[in-house]
């Protein structure tokens, strides 16, 4: 039988005491009350405030839940209400624009597709739900990184890999599409990611007003695109599914 791994143990414990109780405890609080040293206390506390899970108080000293765990928390609930909210608009999506349609949420420095409406033809598709997306050269990780501060720290940090002729990696030239995409409310990607296809995409927001996904159509250059332009009734389509989920999900008007 594999034995636990003793400082993740006393690291998930700190993360149960500090949740309970006063919510906000001192150092030798911490330690006294899990029987722990004062510097193996002091060890522990510092690589999980080094990671965003605990925060201290500079005033007090003391410890308390950091925002990236409140994040990490509500993310298992965040992905499955948005699937939920988003199938019917999607399934329009994918009718009205005659395209594929997917859902996409930041993970692992990358997106994950979370759902997947195949394009309404007869031709033969892969259900590509599970499945990973670059950041910086799709559509959907554009969105993510445009409106997601998370998203954006990460996307600077990870390797902005060279798939086409097209992609951006330059880091000044990856910010002024960040830019763009905030000012216009949608990110594309013509040929940036796969040789001959092209996609839209537009953030979705929840009750919090904050970023929780992506949704966007691909689809080859030629049906995306028009005189080399992608086509502005895909764009206001896509735009008008991401504007019905976030009120959906209690976004209200943006």
């Not at 500090?18 to 030798?28: D, K, V, Y």
Request: with cysteine; charged share 25%; aromatic share 4%.
């Amino acid at each position: 039988m594999a034995r636990n791994i003793q400082s993740l143990e006393r690291a998930a414990a700190m993360l149960r005491l500090l949740a309970g109780g006063e919510r906000r405890l001192g150092l030798s609080d911490i330690a006294s009350s899990l029987g722990l040293a004062k510097g193996t206390a002091h060890g522990i506390l510092r690589t999980l405030q080094q990671e965003g899970f605990v925060e201290q108080e500079a005033a007090s000293g003391r410890y308390q839940l950091g925002a990236e765990l409140l994040r990490l928390g509500t993310t298992y609930l965040d992905v499955h209400e948005l699937r939920a909210r988003a199938l019917v608009w999607t399934d329009d999506l994918a009718r009205s624009s005659g395209e594929s349609v997917y859902l996409g949420v930041l993970h692992q420095q990358g997106v994950l597709i979370v759902h997947h409406v195949f394009r309404p033809d007869d031709s033969r598709q892969v259900l590509e739900v599970g499945a990973m997306q670059p950041l910086h050269s799709t559509a959907l990780g554009k969105v993510l990184s445009a409106y997601d501060p998370v998203a954006h720290s990460e996307v600077l940090e990870a390797e902005r890999k060279v798939f086409t002729p097209r992609t951006i990696s330059e880091l000044d030239q990856f910010e002024g599409v960040l830019d763009l995409t905030r000012a216009r409310g949608y990110a594309d990607d013509v040929e940036e990611t796969w040789t001959g296809v092209a996609s839209v995409s537009a953030p979705i927001h929840n009750r919090r007003r904050m970023p929780v996904g992506a949704v966007g159509i691909t689809g080859a250059v030629e049906r995306v695109c028009k005189d080399g332009e992608l086509r502005p009734d895909l764009i206001a389509a896509v735009r008008d599914c991401a504007r019905a989920v976030s009120r959906d999900l209690g976004a209200g008007r943006f």
